[in-house]
C-alpha cells in the first residue's frame, strides 16, 4: 500500500521568503508523485507532476519540486512567495500500475504574511 | 471547455434525509473520480469510472453510498440516510485515460455538504 505523509500542518512564512513544503512516501511499487494547491472554498488545482526523467519539476507560480528516490521525498520549494501563495497544499502519489487512485497527504498550510 | 462542473456548491440536509450531487467532468475525459474531503484532512478516494463502469471502490464507499455515470458522461453520488459524519466537501475529478502527458486530474470546485 501506499501512503503519503506531509511533514508540517502549517508553515508561516513573511512575504519574499524562501519556503520548502516537505512530503514523504512510501510505496513497494514505483509512483507518480504530485502537489496539488487548493485556495478557500475551490477544488483543487495542479501544481506540477514527476513522472520520470529530470527528478527536479518545474510548475506553475514558481513552484518546483525535487524527487529523492533514496529518500522517497518529493519536497515543494518557491524562492520567494508572495501573499497570494497563502492556500493549503497537498502531496499525492499514484502507483505505477493499474488501478489510478491519487493518494493524497494531509496537507500543508502555507500562510504568507507581510 | 468549461472544466469539471459540480452542483450544487453547497447542500444542507437533516439527518436521515437523502442527498444526490451531480457531477460533469470535461467532455473529452473518460476517467471520473470522487473523493470526500474532511476539515483538517486530504482528500479521500471514493470510487472511479472509466466511462459508464465503476471499476474501484473505497471501503469508505459504505453501502449508504452509490455512484452511477450512466451514459458515460456526467456523474451522480448519492448518499442515504445521511449522518452527520457524512459532512464533507465531496469532490469530482476526471481525466483522459493515463499517457505521457496527462496524467494528473483536474478536480471541479465541490460539494460541501453539512448534515444537521
Known amino acids: 500500500a501506499q501512503s503519503v505523509t506531509q511533514l508540517d500542518s502549517q508553515v508561516p512564512v513573511f512575504e519574499e521568503a524562501p519556503v520548502e513544503l516537505r512530503c514523504n512516501y512510501s510505496?513497494?511499487?514505483?509512483?507518480?508523485l504530485f502537489w496539488y494547491v487548493q485556495y478557500p472554498n475551490q477544488g483543487l488545482q495542479l501544481l506540477l507532476k514527476y513522472l520520470s526523467g529530470s527528478t527536479l519539476v518545474k510548475g506553475i507560480n514558481g513552484f518546483e519540486a525535487e524527487f529523492n528516490k533514496s529518500q522517497t521525498s518529493f519536497h515543494l520549494r518557491k524562492p520567494s512567495v508572495h501573499i497570494s501563495d497563502t492556500a493549503e497544499y497537498f502531496c499525492a502519489v499514484r502507483p505505477n500500475q493499474a488501478g489510478t487512485a491519487l493518494i493524497f497527504g494531509k496537507g500543508t498550510t502555507l500562510s504568507v504574511s507581510s | 471547455d468549461t472544466g469539471v462542473s459540480q452542483d450544487p456548491r453547497h447542500k444542507i440536509t437533516k439527518r436521515g434525509q437523502n442527498v444526490t450531487f451531480r457531477c460533469d467532468p470535461i467532455s473529452e475525459h473518460n476517467r471520473l473520480y470522487w473523493y470526500r474531503q474532511t476539515l483538517g484532512q486530504g482528500p479521500e478516494f471514493l470510487t472511479y469510472f472509466q466511462n459508464e463502469a465503476q471499476l474501484e471502490k473505497s471501503r469508505l464507499l459504505s453501502d449508504r453510498f452509490s455512484a452511477e455515470r450512466p451514459k458515460g458522461s456526467f456523474s451522480t453520488l448519492e448518499i442515504q440516510r445521511t449522518e452527520q459524519g457524512d459532512s464533507a466537501m465531496y469532490l469530482c475529478?476526471?481525466?483522459?485515460?493515463?499517457?505521457?502527458?496527462?496524467?494528473?486530474?483536474?478536480f471541479g470546485s465541490g460539494t460541501r455538504l453539512t448534515v444537521v
Open positions: 475529478a476526471s481525466s483522459p485515460s493515463p499517457g505521457p502527458k496527462t496524467y494528473g486530474y483536474t
Open positions: 510505496s513497494s511499487v514505483s509512483v507518480y
